[in-house]
């Protein structure tokens, strides 16, 4: 079999060749993420409510920005189904 032939029957794909964008973005994100967590070691004073402790930085900021994210899909969730309901 030539060179020709097998360039023939060899099937060719479309788009770019390298890992995905996805990919690399996650994987600078994980990056970021576990410096993040290396230099905020410290411990900081915390009270909530009935909760009272001395806890690491990192986790009282992830702590913080998961209830953020979790107020943003509240509030997102109850404005679309009131967009919905003046839709109808």
Do not use: H, K, Y
């Not at 360039?7 to 600078?28: A, D, H, K």
């Amino acid at each position: 079999m030539s060179n020709d032939e097998l360039r023939e029957s060899t099937p060719v794909q479309s788009g770019s060749s390298g890992p995905p964008f996805m990919l690399i973005g996650v994987i600078l994100v994980a990056i970021g993420v576990a410096v993040f967590i290396f230099q905020n070691g410290d411990r900081a004073n915390v009270q909530f409510l009935m909760f009272d402790g001395n806890i690491r930085t990192w986790v009282v900021i992830l702590v913080s920005m998961g209830a953020g994210i979790l107020l943003d899909r509240v509030v997102l969730a109850w404005w679309r189904r009131a967009r919905r309901r003046g839709d109808d």
